[in-house]
């Protein structure tokens, strides 16, 4: 059901204020009456904020996205972005900004979820749900999740990591830049058969994590094929 708040402080707990931990930095993620929340990161050596576009419509609940690693998360985005629009929400993706400063998807923190309020928005972007990510209580009733047969995302991982994944930012420093490039390079050097059975129990992981951090979240699941 949609809900009618008329300004941002109608979104926001009774604490207006939130810490996140990303790597070793402590950063402040603060609301103010009327204004999106934002998070501010100390990536590298410099402070780098993150802060929510404007929201969709106010009477529109909030919904989130989440995928797996090469399982049509990239087209199931870019459709429902263009859906969100329809609906009056606002598409964003946390994970992708994240990526830009170089973050570690598995260092994502926990806190993370105080840019995760429940109207106006489409939350995609997720593939799994890792780090200490963890699905608000409201999140439950809507949620898309989207999966594929692991072998056939395995096949497709293979030439992503090999060829045509584009690096991560830096504003964090070179260490996840650097880890895509050995990566990049492993890849190249093994025939796909060795790097599906090297990455089979990755994949294994991804999926019990992602099935642990559903438990009581309703959600709808589609398969692409």
Do not use: C
């Not at 993620?29 to 998070?39: E, Q, R, V």
């Not at 797996?68 to 429902?80: D, E, F, I, V, W």
């Amino acid at each position: 059901m949609g809900r009618d708040p008329t300004h941002w402080s109608d979104l926001q707990d009774d604490a207006g204020d939130n810490r996140i931990k990303v790597g070793f930095e402590m950063i402040n993620a603060a609301t103010t009456p009327g204004l999106p929340p934002s998070a501010s990161f100390v990536a590298g050596d410099e402070t780098r904020t993150i802060t929510l576009p404007a929201p969709g419509l106010l009477n529109a609940d909030s919904a989130f996205l989440v995928s797996l690693p090469k399982a049509g998360s990239t087209l199931l985005n870019r459709m429902m972005a263009h859906a969100a629009k329809l609906v009056g929400q606002t598409f964003f993706n946390a994970p992708r900004e994240l990526r830009s400063l170089g973050i570690k998807p598995n260092d994502t923190p926990a806190s993370l979820s105080a840019l995760f309020v429940p109207i106006g928005y489409m939350y995609g972007g997720f593939r799994g749900l890792p780090g200490a990510i963890q699905l608000p209580d409201w999140a439950s009733g809507h949620t898309v999740v989207l999966v594929r047969d692991p072998r056939d995302m395995l096949v497709s991982l293979y030439f992503s990591v090999a060829y045509s994944h584009s690096p991560p930012g830096t504003g964090a420093g070179d260490a996840f830049y650097e880890q895509f490039q050995k990566e990049r390079e492993s890849a190249q050097a093994l025939p796909l058969d060795g790097f599906v059975k090297r990455q089979a129990a990755q994949y294994v992981s991804i999926y019990n994590q992602l099935h642990e951090k559903l438990k009581g979240i309703d959600s709808k699941t589609y398969r692409y094929e």
